[in-house]
C-alpha cells in the first residue's frame, strides 16, 4: 500500500520556466511534508519542508504548497535551472513517534537548455 | 552542517555472506535510520534507532539485524546475503521532533 505517490516517473522543462513536481498522499495522519533531491551517486539532501497548519512554504526558487483536503502536495521550482536536473523525492511523517518518513518513488525532473 | 558517513561507497559481496554496513554521524543526533532504494520503489524503511541500544523494524525489516552501541554509529547487518538485497543502502540522522533526516551518500552494494 504506497501511502505516498508521485504519479509522474519523469518530467522535462526548458531552462527558466516553472517546474512543477506532485505528490498525492493518503494516511490523514501525516502532519510533516518534506521535499528531498538526489543526484545520482549521492544521498538525498534536504530541499524544503511545510507543517500540516500551513498551506504554503517558500525558500528562494523553491515553493511548497499544500492541499490538505485533497491530500496533495506540490513543489514549484521558478525560473529552473539546469542544476534542479535531479530525481525529486516528497516524504511524510506522522504525528508522533521517531519521525519515520515515507517516502514516493521519486520524479526525475530534466531541465533542458 | 551535519555529516553522516558511510564506510563504504561500493561493496561487492556472495551470496550467505554476513555483511556489515557502517554509519557514523557527527552532530550528536537522537534518530539514524536505514533505508533501501530500488528503482520505481524510492527509499523504504529497514530500521530505524531513537538511541543507543534502542531500535525498532521499519516496513521491510525481513533479513536485516541493526546495532547502535554508540550514538554516533549505526550499523546495518545482512545475516545471510540474498541475491535480492542487491541495492543502493542509505544512511540518515536526525535531531528528533519534526527536523529534516541527513543522509549519507549511500553505498551501492551487490550480492552476487
Known amino acids: 500500500d504506497q501511502q505516498v505517490k508521485q504519479n509522474s516517473p519523469s518530467l522535462s522543462v526548458q531552462e527558466g520556466r516553472i517546474s512543477i513536481l506532485n505528490c498525492d498522499y493518503t494516511n490523514s495522519m501525516f502532519d510533516y511534508f518534506l521535499w528531498y533531491k538526489k543526484y545520482p551517486a549521492e544521498g538525498p539532501t534536504f530541499l524544503i519542508s511545510?507543517?500540516?497548519?500551513?498551506d504554503k512554504n517558500e525558500d528562494g526558487r523553491f515553493t511548497v504548497f499544500l492541499n490538505k483536503s485533497a491530500k496533495h502536495l506540490s513543489l514549484h521550482i521558478v525560473p529552473s535551472q539546469p542544476g534542479d536536473s535531479a530525481v525529486y523525492f516528497c516524504?511524510?511523517?506522522?504525528?508522533?513517534?521517531?519521525?519515520?518518513?515515507?517516502f514516493g518513488q521519486g520524479t526525475r525532473l530534466t531541465i533542458n537548455p | 552542517d551535519v555529516k553522516v558517513t558511510q564506510s563504504s561507497r561500493y561493496l561487492v559481496k556472495r551470496t550467505g555472506e554476513k555483511v556489515f554496513l557502517e554509519c557514523v554521524q557527527d552532530?550528536?543526533?537522537?534518530?539514524m535510520f536505514w533505508y533501501r532504494q530500488d528503482p520505481g520503489l524510492g527509499l523504504r524503511l529497514i530500521y530505524f534507532?531513537?538511541?543507543?541500544?534502542?531500535?525498532e523494524k521499519g516496513d521491510i525489516p525481513e533479513g536485516y539485524s541493526v546495532s547502535r552501541e554508540k550514538k554516533e554509529r549505526f550499523s546495518l547487518i545482512l545475516e545471510s546475503a540474498s541475491t535480492n538485497q542487491t541495492s543502493m543502502y542509505l544512511c540518515?540522522?536526525?535531531?528528533?521532533?519534526?527536523?529534516?533526516?541527513?543522509f549519507g551518500d549511500g553505498t551501492r552494494l551487490s550480492i552476487l
Open positions: 552532530m550528536d543526533h537522537e534518530n
Open positions: 516524504a511524510a511523517s506522522a504525528k508522533g513517534g521517531a519521525q519515520k518518513l515515507v
Open positions: 540518515a540522522a536526525q535531531p528528533g521532533g519534526n527536523q529534516p533526516q541527513h
Open positions: 534507532s531513537y538511541d543507543v541500544k534502542m531500535k
Open positions: 511545510i507543517s500540516s497548519i500551513k
